[in-house]
């Protein structure tokens, strides 16, 4: 079963450029997360998706964060403008809504993202 | 609100030796204790968790956990560590809501195994 999928894996750029990642999950799963690490820091949630619907997005900043998962699958995360303070490792996980499951995460690599 | 500490931001340990790390949660009822790690360039692997039951629990690699509800605490340990096992070690302690299942991660601790 492959796992959680993510891309770029790493990524530079500019301040006040824009940047997306991207995220597929592992199939059948319909829980989907996109969390912040940044150095020496455990993972924080910016938003959970439960299919197409962002049910908890409250410390996304929505100023200049912006996601989507359309039909529920796969799902992009852009930052526009990318700030200095942006830089970080994004990680998206699944999970899966059948009971016992429901409460384990399944990471990716996670993408890398370092603005100059 | 729901919290997890880390006490050590890193531990070095001979190989062959036992580990124990730490980790104190604050929450109202019982939680949902998770323990992940995270290899160089990867994302994070679950390495046990614990809902209900038999406090002392197994995991993978070798890796147990036993929550101790008077601590609030839910440590981990190995009996004997391997080079392989450096890597950042994160606690978790998750709830389920109404608006789902949330989880906070503790800032990790990171380990150094030494030959």
């Known amino acids: 079963e492959a796992g959680v999928v993510q891309s770029p894996r790493y990524k530079i750029i500019e301040k006040k450029q824009p940047v997306a990642f991207w995220c597929n999950p592992i199939s059948g799963h319909n829980t989907l997360y996109w969390y912040r690490q940044n150095l020496g820091q455990g993972p924080e949630l910016l938003i959970r998706y439960e299919n197409e619907e962002a049910v908890d997005d409250s410390q996304l900043p929505k100023d200049r964060f912006s996601a989507e998962r359309l039909k529920g699958v796969d799902s992009t995360l852009k930052i526009q403008p990318a700030e200095l303070g942006d830089s970080a490792v994004y990680l998206c996980?699944?999970?899966?809504?059948?009971?016992?499951?429901?409460?384990?995460?399944?990471f990716g690599p996670g993408t890398r993202l370092l603005v100059l | 609100a729901q919290s997890v500490t880390q006490p050590d931001i890193h531990i070095t340990v001979s190989e062959g030796a036992s580990l124990e790390l730490r980790c104190n949660y604050s929450?109202?009822?019982?939680?949902?204790l998770f323990w992940y790690v995270q290899s160089p360039g990867q994302g994070l692997q679950l390495l046990l968790k614990y809902f209900s039951g038999d406090t002392l629990v197994q995991g993978i690699k070798g890796f147990e956990a036993e929550f101790k509800r008077s601590q609030s605490s839910f440590n981990l340990r190995k009996p004997s560590v391997h080079w392989s096992d450096a890597a950042e070690f994160f606690c978790a302690v998750g709830k389920a809501n109404t608006g789902g299942f949330k989880t906070i991660f503790g800032a990790g601790t990171r380990l150094f195994v030494k030959a």
């Open positions: 996980a699944s999970s899966s809504d059948k009971g016992a499951s429901a409460e384990t995460q399944y």
């Open positions: 929450y109202g009822a019982t939680p949902y």
